[in-house]
């Protein structure tokens, strides 16, 4: 039985002939020759019993009849088409930045890449490369030096002019993050600073993006934390990568439950002992708005000493990192009069 052709691919290539075609179908053992229209193909191999791969002879531009010789007959015909080799040109480069690790799918955009034997960038081949079409390319970049890198590509009609770049970017690096803790509900900014930061496209805390986020210069960014809980790494990530971790430690909300004594005298220096729930990390205590000076003795209480203030209730709270708490009410008695 005659062998069969399914399908080609590639489907065209240029008049110098060169490409190698991959034919499908059934019958293919024991195949003598490849023919395009009448001219045998320049090699071929029989790869199985479904499949022979043809290099294709030169040949004028135009429709060429593929056939596969087999001593049972002749196969159908598929049809391969010769296009007039041309120079490339490269217009566009999609992404057009990546980090120097290389790894980067770009899609290349132009004229005349049937038939491309070669994608360099900087004069480095790509790791690897896929004509799409006649217009477009695929190719992994490479790895790379920071900055930009000619994007150039090869076919049997010469070699693409410098006309297309790719931009290789340092990957960022964090040093430092201020504050370091913030609360739970978030909104806390912190500023981050490192190397590369330019072109920072997130900011991440753990997994959650930035509630917002500002880049200030190459070497600081300014971040919102979003809600969370724990201890999250915070990390940048940039057309170069993404950075190394900083740790950002989110803070429950204090509370208080009692105030021991709650009532004093009207002048300063009484000691009151504030109890409650995550005060470890108190920074404020206050007495109806003016401030008290304190002592952190553990996550669950805290010693401060009331202020002077005219006799009546007023409203104590703490602030920690985690925000403030509701208040306690503490209430000056003044002296008794004569």
């Known amino acids: 039985m005659p062998p069969t ?4 691919n590639p489907t065209q290539g240029p008049t110098t002939g060169g490409t190698t075609v991959t034919l499908t179908g059934t019958g293919m053992t024991g195949a003598t020759a490849v023919r395009f229209g009448s001219t045998n193909a320049t090699s071929f191999t029989v790869n199985s019993a479904t499949q022979i791969t043809a290099v294709s002879p030169p040949r004028a531009a135009g429709a060429a009849a593929v056939t596969v010789i087999h001593p049972t007959g002749n196969s159908n015909s598929v049809t391969f088409t010769y296009v007039v080799a041309q120079v490339p040109t490269v217009t566009g480069v999609s992404p057009a930045n ?12 132009g004229t005349g890449f049937t038939g491309a034997t070669a994608v360099t960038f900087a004069g480095i081949p790509a790791t690897s490369f896929l004509v799409n079409s006649a217009t477009q390319i695929t190719a992994v970049t490479p790895p790379g030096i920071p900055g930009a890198a000619e994007v ?3 076919t049997p009609g010469g070699t693409s002019a410098p006309d297309a770049f790719f931009f290789y970017a340092a990957p960022p690096t964090l040093q430092s993050g201020d504050p370091v803790q913030g609360p739970a509900a978030g909104g806390t900014v912190v500023t981050l600073t490192g190397t590369n930061l330019l072109n920072t496209s997130a900011v991440l805390f753990g997994s ?12 600081q960014v300014t971040a919102t934390a979003p809600p969370g809980a724990g201890s999250v790494p915070i990390t940048v990530v940039t057309p170069g990568g993404t950075s190394n971790a900083l740790t950002f430690t989110y803070v429950a909300p204090p509370t208080l439950t009692a105030l021991v004594p709650s009532s004093g005298p009207t002048a300063a220096g009484t000691v009151v002992t504030l109890t409650g729930a995550n005060l470890a990390t108190a920074s404020a205590v206050t007495f109806g708005g003016s401030l008290a000076p304190f002592t952190v003795v553990s996550d669950t209480k805290v010693t401060a000493v009331a202020p002077a203030g005219a006799p009546g209730p007023v409203t104590v709270t703490i602030t920690t990192a985690g925000g403030t708490s509701p208040g306690l009410p503490y209430t000056r008695v003044g002296a008794p009069g004569i």
């Open 208 to 219: 959650a993006n930035a509630a917002s986020f500002t880049v200030v210069s190459a070497t």
């Open 152 to 154: 150039r590509v090869t």
């Open 98 to 109: 990546g980090p120097t690790a290389g790894g980067t799918s770009v899609v290349l955009t």
């Open 5 to 8: 052709i399914n399908t080609i």
